[in-house]
C-alpha cells in the first residue's frame, strides 16, 4: 500500500497547478479513469464517498478535494481494481468486456451458451497460434474437456471465462519457455536482457501484444548505430530471418516478440552489424546511481 500511495502522491503533483492545493471531482474522475479505475460507463457518475472524507483535516466542497480524500479515493478504487481482477480470472475490465464480445458474438441464439464447436472458433480467433500448433492440441483439448465439466457440449460465458485464464496461463508459460531459451542460447547475462527489454519496449510504441514489426526495429536500430540504404536492405533480411525461424506455427506474423529479438541482437553483434559492437558497449554495465536532489 505504501508504493501505491507514493505513485498516487506522484500523480496527484503532475496533475495540480502551481500555486494550487485542490483539484476538482470532474478532474479526479478523469485521472482515475485514465488510470484504469473507472470505467467510461462510471467516469461521468462519479462521486466521492463519506468514507473518502474519514481522515480528520480533510476537505472536500464544492466539487473540489486536496490530497487527502484524492488518496483516499485512490486506495479504494486499487483495491475495488484489484477484487474485480481476481474474480475475473486476472483479466481487466476492458478485456472482459472484450471476452463478452467475442462470446456474444458466437452465441447466435442468445442462449447464453456456445458450443464446442462455436468455442473452436473462438479460440482460432483469440489464440491463432495455440489453435494451429500440433504440439499444444493435446493440452488444449484436454483444457477443453476441463471446462466442459458436466459434459453438455456447451460452456456459459463463467465457464467460458474460466477456460480463456486456463489458456492465457498456457500461453504465457509458453512464453516464458522461449524467452528461457532464447537467453541460455545467446548467452546474454542478467543486465543485458533487461536493456535489450527496455529497447524493446521503447520500439513498441503502439503496444500491441509484446511485438515489433521491422519499421520500429529498423527505426530503433537507427538510433543506435546509422544505417545506410544497404545496411538497411541487409537488417530486413536478418529480421525476416529471426522471425521466420522462431515463430514457430504463427507464420502469418511479421513482427518480433521479445525471445526473437533477443535472438536478432545476437546476430547483429555477433557480425558487429553497421559497427553495432562499438555502439552497445555500455549494454550489461550496471548503472551510475541518480543523484539525490
Known amino acids: 500500500q505504501a508504493w501505491e500511495i507514493g505513485t498516487l502522491e506522484e500523480v496527484w503533483r503532475k496533475n495540480l497547478l502551481a500555486g494550487e492545493r485542490l483539484l476538482s471531482v470532474a478532474h479526479v474522475s478523469e485521472i482515475f479513469f485514465n488510470l484504469g479505475y473507472l470505467e467510461a460507463s462510471t467516469k461521468e457518475t462519479f462521486q466521492v464517498e463519506p468514507s473518502d472524507m474519514s481522515v480528520p483535516g ?128 545467446t548467452g546474454f547475462c542478467a543486465q543485458e536482457v533487461s536493456d535489450f527489454r527496455e529497447l524493446f519496449m521503447c520500439a513498441d510504441r503502439t503496444h500491441t501484444g509484446g511485438h515489433i514489426t521491422l519499421e520500429q526495429a529498423t527505426d530503433m536500430i537507427g538510433t543506435i548505430t546509422p544505417l545506410n540504404d544497404r545496411y538497411k536492405a541487409d537488417f530486413q533480411n536478418i529480421f525476416q530471418h529471426i522471425v521466420h525461424t522462431h515463430q514457430g506455427t504463427d507464420t502469418s506474423r511479421e513482427a518480433a516478440d521479445f525471445p526473437e529479438f533477443l535472438w536478432l541482437m545476437k546476430a547483429l553483434l555477433s557480425k558487429n552489424f553497421a559497427n553495432l559492437v562499438e555502439r552497445t558497449r555500455s549494454f550489461g554495465q550496471p548503472q551510475p546511481a541518480k543523484p539525490e536532489d
Do not use: W
Not at 78 to 99: C, D, I, L, W, Y
Open 58 to 185: 480533510s476537505y472536500c466542497k464544492q466539487d473540489m478535494m486536496d490530497m487527502t480524500v484524492f488518496l483516499k479515493i485512490g486506495c479504494r478504487l486499487t483495491g475495488v481494481a484489484r477484487t474485480n481482477f481476481k474474480n475475473n480470472g486476472g483479466f481487466s475490465p476492458n478485456e472482459v468486456q472484450h471476452m463478452q464480445e467475442y462470446f456474444q458474438q458466437c452465441d447466435g441464439d442468445g442462449s447464453g451458451d456456445i458450443s464446442n464447436r462455436e468455442l473452436i472458433t473462438l479460440i482460432e480467433e483469440i489464440f491463432p497460434a495455440m489453435a494451429s500448433d500440433p504440439a499444444m492440441r493435446p493440452q488444449l483439448l484436454e483444457i477443453m474437456r476441463e471446462a466442459d465439466a458436466d459434459g453438455s457440449g456447451s460452456l456459459d460465458f463463467q465457464d467460458f471465462m474460466n477456460l480463456m485464464k486456463q489458456l492465457r496461463d498456457l500461453q504465457d508459460h509458453e512464453r516464458a519457455v522461449k524467452e528461457l531459451q532464447a537467453i541460455t542460447e
